[in-house]
Every structure is written in structure tokens, then in C-alpha cells.
């Protein structure tokens, strides 16, 4: 079906002649029969019949005329860039969040989009396995994640926030009595939180000869539960290699912080939010994105 001819019949429907709408359309009224003839073979019907005051529809004809009219109205919003209002927008966004940045940020996201989005909702996993496939799919809209070493052309990433890892310890841990080595760090069990790309928060590397950090200093207790970690880390001698990030979960219960060294960590780790090309015209992702980049600002 030609759109054009259902635009023909809705202004044939409203003024019952053919003169009239060909000035209406800035056509001929030659090419107002033809498509009137191509719509009489399309709806097998005729559609129209000519009187003394000019076209009357046949009842198939008017039974048309609102669904028709409704349908097209319909079909120009679609080509409408309407401005976008937060507030008054309804609609689901899915974000897969590292562990770290769950725990610590997504709250304070939620209260800013219960403050200007209420009918937004938010979607959140901290464990996705293949992430930019989620993106390009469509099933994931945001990934706020550790850099990409490589992304392709039909990625967007933008770095938030730069962290320093850090090694967490109750704060009454023995090695904060003194101006503790590596060696020092290894006489003490270490926790292991299976978190992606948790090896990217070993701030030592082995040295020449040696094998791997993990295998020098074997975890003594592995779990996937971040709070079951820091509660531990809180209430033994035990270890735990993560982000400075996570400090500000410390409380009364949760008794831990980062262990003081003389020395900065050799590295920074760069926290970005990831999106796919497919949202880089929908305003709702654009607003999102501007709202996560807001938040970090006061991080």
C-alpha cells in the first residue's frame, strides 16, 4: 500500500470532492482520479459515488474514515521530535554497573531519578557476562564498568570517574603500627571477591622470576557477596584488594579503610559509561547519560 493513497482518501473523506482535494494535496485533479481508481482496486470497493453535490462515501468507506484518520495521526508523530520532559516520561533503562560502583553510586542515581523522573525505571546488574554484545543487542542501554582496552566505532565511551585501588583492612589491622612492604602484605590472609576484572586491582606486580601475585598470595576466603567481604575484612586480619571507592561504605558495623602507604598506588583505574550508537539520537538515553555524568561531578 502506497501511504500517499491513504493520505488521498482521508482528504477525500473529509471534503467529498475531488476538486477540492487537489488544492488541498497540490495535485492535479488527474492524479486525485487515479489514485481514487488504484484505491477502488486496493480496497476492492468503490468508495466513493458521484452526486449532484459531489462524492458520497459507501458505508465501507465510512467506517473508515476515523480508524484512518486516527492511524495517520499516528504515523506523522513518528516523524515528530518532540522535546523531551523527564518528569512526564515513562520508561525502563537497563544498566549493568561494576560491584563497586553499584553499592556506592546507584543509590544516590535513584534518588536523582525519583526527584526528576519519577516514572522512570531503573534496571541494574552487577553480573553480565559479554556486556557490549548486551549493548548491541538492545538488551543492556548502559554499561558503567572499568575502560575497554578496544571498543569499536559503534561504541561510545566516556571516562566518569578515576579510582585508585586500595587495599582494605579493619582499622585496627597490625599493619597500621608500621611502614609496611609487600612482604608484609603477604603474611596476612587475602580475601578474593570474584567482581570483573577483579586482577586489575592488584597494585603489585610480581617481581622478575616470580610467579603471579595470586599465586604468591593464595585467597584464603573467595565470594562473589561484597558485604560478606567487607564484614569480614571488618572483623579479622584478613585483606581485601578493591577500589578507594568502596571507603565510603565504611560505618560503625562495617569498621574498615584503606591501609596508608608511603607511596601512591602506581595506577588509576578509569570508571566509563559505555553506550551503543543505536541511543546516540533518543532523548531519553541522551538525558540519562547527562544525569550519571552530573552525579560523578559530586562524587
Not at 48 to 66: D, E, N
Not at 190 to 204: C, E, G, N, Q
Request: proline letters at 6%.
Amino acid at each position: 500500500m502506497d501511504l500517499n493513497l491513504l493520505l488521498t482518501l482521508q482528504v477525500l473523506l473529509e471534503c467529498h470532492s475531488v476538486s477540492l482535494a487537489a488544492r488541498q494535496l497540490h495535485l492535479t485533479q488527474s492524479a486525485i482520479s487515479k489514485a481514487l481508481g488504484r484505491l477502488r482496486v486496493q480496497f476492492n470497493d468503490p468508495l466513493f459515488l458521484r452526486a449532484s453535490k459531489g462524492l458520497v462515501p459507501t458505508p465501507f468507506a465510512k467506517r473508515l474514515k476515523q480508524p484512518l484518520h486516527d492511524w495517520l495521526e499516528t504515523a506523522a508523530g513518528l516523524f515528530v521530535l518532540e522535546d523531551f520532559d523527564p518528569a512526564q516520561w515513562k520508561g525502563e533503562l537497563t544498566l549493568v554497573a561494576h560491584e563497586f560502583l553499584h553499592v556506592t553510586l546507584v543509590p544516590h542515581l535513584l534518588a536523582l531519578l525519583h526527584e526528576r523522573a519519577p516514572g522512570a525505571r531503573l534496571r541494574v546488574h552487577s553480573q553480565y557476562n559479554h556486556q557490549l554484545k548486551g549493548l548491541e543487542l538492545g538488551e543492556v542501554d548502559f554499561v558503567l564498568n572499568l575502560e575497554f582496552s578496544e571498543l569499536s566505532a559503534d561504541f561510545e565511551s566516556q571516562v566518569m570517574y578515576t579510582d585508585a585501588p586500595a587495599i582494605l583492612a579493619r582499622k585496627a589491622h597490625p599493619l597500621r603500627k608500621k611502614q609496611w612492604t609487600r612482604d608484609d602484605l603477604l603474611r596476612y590472609p587475602r580475601i578474593a571477591l570474584r567482581v570483573p576484572d577483579a586482577d586489575k586491582f592488584m597494585i603489585f606486580k610480581p617481581r622478575a622470576g616470580q610467579p603471579s601475585l595470586s599465586q604468591l598470595w593464595p585467597a584464603a576466603y573467595e565470594t562473589d557477596d561484597l558485604t560478606v567481604a567487607l564484614a569480614t575484612v571488618s572483623r579479622t586480619d584478613c585483606l581485601l584488594l578493591a577500589g578507594g571507592l568502596l571507603n565510603r561504605l565504611a560505618t560503625r558495623d562495617l569498621n574498615f579503610q584503606p591501609l596508608d602507604s608511603t607511596s601512591a598506588p602506581p595506577f588509576n583505574l578509569a570508571y566509563c559509561l559505555v553506550s551503543h550508537r543505536r541511543v546516540q539520537k533518543s532523548a531519553p538515553h541522551q538525558w540519562f547519560k547527562q544525569t550519571v555524568s552530573e552525579l560523578f561531578k559530586t562524587v
